[in-house]
């Protein structure tokens, strides 16, 4: 038995919003897996089984949401499995189906992944309570400041990159008609000027919370033949974690990151990862993790990652757009959000980016970490089926 | 990869001390133990295993990311590949499973632990219903088998003697388990939610378990005689209880048969059955006659830690095989309200290993 190669032929995703009061959880992750199912060509019953990811449970109030969606899903009388790895859930819930196709247990699967924030407040989700740690009572944004701050300190980038970032991200999402923040009156000015949070982070440097879902339909070969869209290709995918906290642990740069993108790289036959990937949907919750994620994947030399940002080399027309979709800052329904950069990624390499498409892109990089930068996924998807 | 799908075996198992409350130990505590427990008898170090998933619940910790902190106890440095469930091990087992079929990794550890003691558990285990129309009202899971099992009296497929006499059964069992919480002659007590008394529902208790699976020749190096997992399924049912038939459970039968358990008979069967009632059900869906022996082990009615309980029913069937007592064996375990979702694993032992 050879490996079966993995398509992508199906993405949905929702609205995306501050409080979907419209919907149900039920009915919000319906409307994701119907778009999907729709850009497949396929119905309910063409599905095998069902992968789910989210989040913390306590984001919605709701113990193992998965068997009260198992209707909603259309799962009934099928394998439904619930993945959880933090905030990159949605990257490893989109791996974990696509292994459930390489191995051939199942032909055509369903990988969803949602966050309904509006039903509870994350940023008091995040905060480790006592008595299992210090109390913290700062969200993920205080967790993260320091490693932002130890980042400038180390690269010697100049304080205007986070806003830079921000602003990219937040114009190219005015081309993004599902993202959560259109601010059609957005300057680089207003970004600079928007009250300090978590020093160096100010506001519009942060990611929103929104209620969203994103779901994608993986198949095989013959499925990929049958589609009536052209698919995008797995061509690698991985996943690593490593320790929270420890005494050997680099935040700025982790080993887990470093190592997930060159396992994706090696399976992908990447070996100039600035070169031959065309454009990345990579995961930043916070403006300068686009220049630290750009040097811990690869793309740049350490300390070098803000020189890419500031040249404009990351921007929509540059020559590795990054974020095209207005990213996790214009859209951040937590469970969702890692799968929702494997999609973007996979809609670069099909061709169906809309207004936020890279012409001609080939090859593209989905990323996701989650926990204190301790857990990553990541896939690389091309426009051509892998060798072999 | 060449040929036919890869072999893969459960090489090594280990459980805690199920009990009624830990508040002496955190959770890596409960969990490094049993990891460390089936490295060692496998002479495995964490670098050398391919995958590590694992199993649990925030709701029964308490607290969001749980399973976070618990990953500083497998000791994942150098950087693991590495993923999670918010279910049983069992699923995570799957998950494993699964990976191991890619060809992608060779090994791989399992874990799954549950401190039910944490909160009120009757209380907690009713946010897992549906959060608008059920959750508000409360129905507690007892209270819900308490349906299920008088269903099955409505139906004359069992009465309360015969649901007395699985719970004294499966604790005499336990009697000779080093592990259990509930065993030997244990009163079957009042009734808690008629027609379930105290000794027809499991007991409330924290605990944790690992295992180590492998592929192919490797696990015959690992194992005396690895229990060959040759199926492994699961299914899920609609979560409203008004559109189910209580006294069936499709999603087990479905399971057990793409699992591949009705081809041959088996010679043991370790099912996730944590209310008496719930073994009449299985034993029906399954197709169990008297010859097969059900929950040597006594079962979750002697030890039931939650989100572990499931992955020790596959680990019990595995150790039956490792030590020749069981040639052929199924395992089951369930989640959700009612045996809402079922997961059936076959395993094998080599005869000629005996």
New interface residues.
Partial sequence: ???EPVAVVGIGQTRHAAARRDV??AGLVREAARRALDDAGLDWADIDAVVIGK?????????????????ALG????????????GSVGG?TAL?AA??V????HATVLALAFEKQSESNAMW??S??VP?QQPLLAGAGGFFAPHVRAYIRRSGAPPSIGSLVAYKDRRNALRNPYAHLHEHDITLEKVQASPMLWDPIRYSETCPSSDGACAMVLTGRAGAARAPRPPAWLHGG?????????A?KDPVS???GR??AAEVYRRAGITDPRREIDVAEIYVPFSWYEPMWLENLGFAAEGEGWRLTESGVTALDGELPVNPSGGVLSANPIGASGMIRFAEAALQVRGAAGEHQVPGARRALGHAYG??S??FAMWLVGSEPPPG | MSGAPREVAVVAFAQSDHRRRTEDLSEVEMVMPVIHQVLDRTGLRTGDIGFTCSGSSDYLAGRAFSFTMALDGVGAWPPICESHVEMDGAWALYEAWVKLLTGEADTALVYAWGKSSSGPLRDVLTRQLDPYYTAPLWPDPIALAALQAQALIDAGLTDEDALAAIGARSRADAAHHPHAQLTGDVPQGDHIVRPLRRGDCPPIGDGAAAMIIAAGPGARRLCARPAWLRGMDHRIEPHGLGVRDLTDSPSTRLAAERAGAFTRPVDTAELHAPFSSQEVVLRRALDLGPEVRVNPSGGALAAHPLMAAGLIRVGEAAARIHRGDSDRALAHATSGPCLQQNLVAVLEGDPRDR
């Fill in positions: 038995m050879t490996a149900s959880i989040a913390p449970d306590f984001f919605e109030g709701v113990m193992m949401p998965e068997l009260y969606l198992a209707d799962a009934v009388g099928k394998p439904l499995l619930r993945v959880h790895t933090a490893s974990v292994q459930l390489t191995a051939r247990v989700g995040l480790l309570p299992f991985a996943m690593r974690s490593e320790p929270t906290l420890f050997g982790p080993r887990a190592d997930c926990g204190g301790q857990f």
